[in-house]
């Protein structure tokens, strides 16, 4: 079984055990989408509790530090106790967009130290197509968890070591965006010098399912993954992703958390396009 995803199937054999100790994230966000808690309202798997991407996953966005810096590990800690998170629980984290939100719990999680995190495989909508059962409207609040996190379990890197990154630099944006055609979002288009493009949505199959193990590898291999890999976005959320998609393949990453939102902010950072 993958370290890293859950079937919808196995899903449901988890919420039928009595004995597992589970808890379900439901964190669904999408870039000028502010609708989340209300998607969750009109429809959520059973227990799940909304998880906002912007106030429980991000600190306060700036120009120093991106659009989604991390946040700071007593207020993650917090957070994640409200959720109900306890020591030895298995997390279980969804969306409706194939990852690219849930992925940032689960990078989030696995960097402060909880080992057993998966992103279900197709969200929402594979969830659905399995026969899982949806449910509206709100929750009982969790009991309030006691789990304690700690810091760096997972790799990363600021945006001097991305400058000088000696291994592959991966860029998840959208192509156009990595060439400098297109820029809606930060003051500056182009990418990092030295970066190679890697679209996150790439990693997925057209029905949202994340490409076997096998056909990740080759994707990132023939990009020239090896040693040392490094992914950036447009602001640390998709990176996650990209992130998710290389374990998959067996291949560590780490992640730049201030991503272009924050390189692109800095005059002294050099732009290359193509």
């Not at 990453?253 to 201030?258: D, E, K, S």
Request: one cysteine or more; proline letters at 8%; a negative charge.
């Amino acid at each position: 079984m993958s370290a890293v995803l859950i079937s919808a199937e196995d899903l449901r054999d988890l919420l039928s055990d009595k004995d597992s100790q589970l808890r379900i994230l439901d964190v669904r966000w999408a870039l000028g989408d502010p609708d989340g808690p209300q998607h969750y309202l009109d429809g959520h798997i059973p227990g799940a509790v909304f998880v906002d991407l912007e106030t429980e996953l991000a600190a306060p966005p700036s120009p120093s530090r991106g659009r989604h810096p991390l946040p700071e590990l007593a207020h993650l800690q917090k957070c994640a106790r409200s959720w109900g998170l306890r020591t030895g629980d298995t997390v279980v984290v969804y969306d409706a967009t194939g990852g690219m939100a849930a992925a940032r719990a689960w990078w989030l999680l696995r960097w402060a130290g909880v080992s057993d995190v998966r992103i279900l495989n197709g969200g929402l909508p594979a969830w659905e197509r399995a026969g899982g059962k949806v449910v509206s409207g709100t929750e009982s609040d969790p009991e309030s968890g006691d789990i304690v996190l700690s810091p760096g379990h997972l790799p990363t890197i600021d945006a001097d070591a991305a400058a000088t990154w000696p291994g592959l630099l991966l860029d998840a944006r959208a192509g156009e965006r990595f060439h400098g055609e297109v820029e809606p979002i930060d003051p500056r288009a182009g990418h990092i010098p030295g970066a190679v493009s890697a679209p996150t949505a790439e990693n997925l199959t057209p029905d949202g399912l994340f490409k076997s193990p096998a056909e990740l590898r080759s994707r990132f291999t023939d990009l020239g993954a090896a040693d040392k890999v490094a992914v950036y976005c447009g602001s640390g959320v998709t990176a996650a992703h990209q992130i998710a998609a290389l374990a998959e393949a067996g291949i560590e990453a780490a992640l730049y958390p201030g991503s272009w939102s924050q390189w692109s902010n800095d005059p002294k950072r050099p732009v290359a396009t193509n």
